[in-house]
């Protein structure tokens, strides 16, 4: 039997289950972050490109809390290495809550940890575990809206937001190097 017009025979194709799919989209993205955490130094994720930028600050009982603002200015003001780190952060303990454990706490309850390095390892730790918890996921799984029901306020499949932690990863990894590039030619 012939291939149909813009299809290969089934001799030809090369199935990957989903969830290694997602996983090789992740390590693709992580590995983009690793380029930029390695020499991640504190003076980087602090400095401030602009007036006006978010960031993250030392509170008087020394915990790190993050700019915002709800309703999100249109644009978001000008963005430093340490606001984007808390916010990835943000987004994982969120969506790790929600898809794998018993919700997430309030946004002002997660912190950044004070420092690049405490900051990397805090990322690399959600990185890990959101990795382990998809490995576990069966194609069912994926299809399901179980896990992520009240998530960013709509309902969506597992494998939809998986593929969106990794585009949302890839996105602030690069908003880190662009910042990390304007700090590398202040000078």
């Known amino acids: ?59 008087d009982d020394g915990r790190w809390t993050a700019d915002w603002q709800v309703p999100e200015p249109d644009p978001v ?27 997430a706490p309030p946004r002002e309850e997660i912190t950044w940890p004070g420092d690049a390095a405490a900051a990397a390892d805090w990322l690399r730790g959600l990185r890990d575990d959101w990795r382990a918890r998809l490995s576990e996921l069966t194609d069912a799984d994926l299809d399901s809206t179980d896990r992520t029901a009240g998530l960013w306020g709509q309902d969506d499949t597992l494998a939809n937001v998986a593929g969106w932690v990794s585009v949302e990863l890839t996105k602030n990894v690069a908003e880190i190097g662009y910042v990390r590039h304007l700090y590398a030619a202040r000078a």
């Not at 003001?77 to 987004?91: K, M, Q, R, V």
């Open 77 to 103: 003001p000008t963005l430093t290495i340490g606001w984007l780190t808390w916010h990835i952060g943000f987004w994982w303990t969120t969506t790790l809550g929600h898809c794998f454990g018993d919700g």
């Open 1 to 59: 039997m012939e291939a149909q017009a813009g299809t290969l025979p089934d001799s030809l194709l090369v199935t990957v289950p989903r969830v290694d799919l997602l996983i090789r989209q992740l390590d693709t993205a992580w590995a983009l972050f690793e380029y930029h955490l390695k020499d991640l130094d504190d003076a980087q994720c602090l400095w401030e490109p602009a007036a006006g930028c978010w960031t993250v600050r030392r509170q």
